[in-house]
């Protein structure tokens, strides 16, 4: 039988210098470069065999630098790149990316539709016609909402069963308020939805810097049982979730919040799903 290759599903990479990073202002544990070397040395300490590398800013030029390093490294398998989903011309912005130095590495994109004030953003008329560009370039869609958001990702997911939709971080819920509801309701709704399949990411920097495993064990063991290990995906958020863990304390948790998985079971969680969904075994 094939190992499966562990994955690392979300991360991030960032130069300051080449791209200012606004949105770190304050998050001084984070604020200086993260480059591909730094990646590789938490990766390979942690047995870590390949990455989804996922876009930080809304700027096609960072999708199209993010893409041109995938295509020269043997660790990042994949990314997932930023398109405007509301212009006219998604579809050439996705072929024009597919065409450039590592193109081929491209296999989802991303909005942050978290910040947007309107909680419908997604039902759009102009974002359901950039979505199904996406669905028509063969990509997945990596969706990062608040829980107030997820109705309107439910919405979209039923109009548009044909495309995958991948939920980032659980949707943040309040871990550390130890809100559970109606996160939880709201989460089952999606995992009825065979189209969509959820990251188990970013939840320790939601719990805050003391957190335990038991912080985040009952949002973990909801998205088991509505999504299934077949469906669920780990990601580090690495270097964001630095401010509250270890790249390995991060891992760490993930395994010990699965020990009652199956050896097939957990190799799902930690490589299978997402070498499926983004069709890593082809890159």
Not at 140 to 168: C, G, I, N, S
Not at 218 to 233: K, N, Y
Not at 242 to 255: F, K, P, Q, T
């Amino acid at each position: 039988m094939t190992a499966v290759r562990r994955i690392d599903a979300h991360q991030h990479l960032w130069d300051l210098a080449a791209r200012p990073q606004d949105w770190l202002a304050g998050l001084e544990p984070i604020r200086r470069d993260f480059h591909e070397a730094d990646l590789r040395a938490a990766t390979g300490a942690a047995g870590i065999d390949a990455t989804v590398l996922v876009q930080v800013l809304p700027d096609v030029e960072e999708t199209a630098e993010f893409l041109a390093l995938a295509g020269e490294s043997d660790l990042i398998s994949g990314v997932v790149g930023w398109v405007d989903l509301t212009a006219p011309d998604v579809a050439e912005q996705l072929d024009r990316l597919r065409r450039g130095p590592g193109g081929d590495r491209l296999v989802g994109v991303r909005h942050l539709v978290e910040p947007e004030p309107d909680p419908e953003w997604l039902t759009r008329p102009d974002v359901l016609a950039g979505l199904r560009a996406v669905r028509d370039a063969g990509l997945v869609y990596d969706v990062l909402t608040r829980p107030h958001q997820l109705p309107a990702v439910v919405a979209v997911a039923k109009a548009l069963p044909d495309l995958a939709f991948v939920l980032d971080h659980l949707s943040k819920p309040d871990i550390a308020g130890r809100v559970l509801e109606p996160w939880a309701a709201r989460l089952a709704e999606l995992g009825a939805l065979p189209n969509v399949v959820a990251k188990v990411s970013g939840l320790v920097t939601e719990a805050g810097p003391r957190w335990t495993v038991d912080d985040l064990r009952p949002f973990v063991d909801v998205a088991l049982e509505e999504f299934g290990p077949s469906r669920l995906m780990v990601g580090t958020d690495w270097p964001v979730c630095l401010l509250a863990a270890s790249y390995a304390e991060v891992l760490d948790s993930a395994r010990r919040m699965t020990d009652d998985l199956t050896a097939a079971e957990r190799d799902q969680v930690f490589g299978g799903t997402a070498t499926r969904v983004y069709r890593l075994e082809d890159r």
